[in-house]
């Protein structure tokens, strides 16, 4: 082999490890792809992150919304507030229909009763008469709750009796009790409405 061949031949030879190592630096390794890749996925995937101007008008939205149901929030309690009002003052005026009604039987007879007494001369069958409509009334009364208070020999007890007079020189046993009812007291559904004024012995 001549001396042109060889310098050829090396010449070529450099070539080509010249290329090889050119090609060996622009070619990223396997590590740095796959890196590169996951980059790209997160960057894809991740959202993007809103503007001042978009965060203002969502806010805007939202305090919108809040105030509509706000101002239909109080527009309902207003409503309800009324109606309860409207129905609370019917039951105010209507509340004693029920009783009215009940004791309207008792009325007719003291009607019937009015317009006899003045021909009646048996005075007795004129008080047995008072007496059965007086007795029909508490009964009609007892059934709507009223009752009276038992004031017999009782103790004085605040919760349902009204000392109107103290009777001094009583025996050590009556002492404190009730000796004389002056008013009868009542209680509607075991609430007092009326206390019993009484005398106390002392």
């Known amino acids: 082999m ?7 031949t090396v010449q070529n030879e450099d070539e080509l490890k010249d290329e090889n190592e050119t090609a060996t630096i622009e070619q990223p390794s396997a590590e740095e792809g796959a890196e590169e890749e996951v980059k790209n996925e997160e960057a894809e995937e991740s959202p993007k992150e809103p503007t001042v101007e978009e965060q203002l008008v969502e806010a805007q939205l939202k305090i919108a919304d809040l105030n509509d149901k706000y101002l239909r929030l109080m527009a309902e309690f207003d409503n309800y507030r009324k109606r309860v009002m409207k129905e609370k003052a019917e039951l105010i005026k209507t509340a004693g229909t029920k009783v009215i009604t009940t004791i309207l039987p008792v009325l007719d007879d003291m ?7 003045a021909k009646m001369e048996d005075v007795e069958a004129l008080k047995e008469g008072v007496q059965l409509i007086f007795d029909k009334f508490m009964k009609l009364l007892a059934t709507e709750g009223l009752k009276k208070i038992d004031t017999t020999a009782k103790v004085f007890d605040t919760d349902f009796h009204e000392a109107v007079a103290m009777v001094p020189g009583q025996p050590d046993e009556l002492k404190g009790k009730v000796i004389d009812c002056i008013q009868t007291g009542y209680m509607l559904n075991d609430k007092v409405i009326r206390h019993a ?4 012995a002392q």
Do not use: Y
Not at 2 to 8: F, G, L, R, V
Not at 111 to 117: G, K, L, V
């Open 2 to 8: 001549d001396i042109e061949e060889k310098e050829s």
């Open 111 to 117: 009607e019937r009763a009015e317009q006899n007494i």
């Open 197 to 200: 004024k009484v005398a106390v």
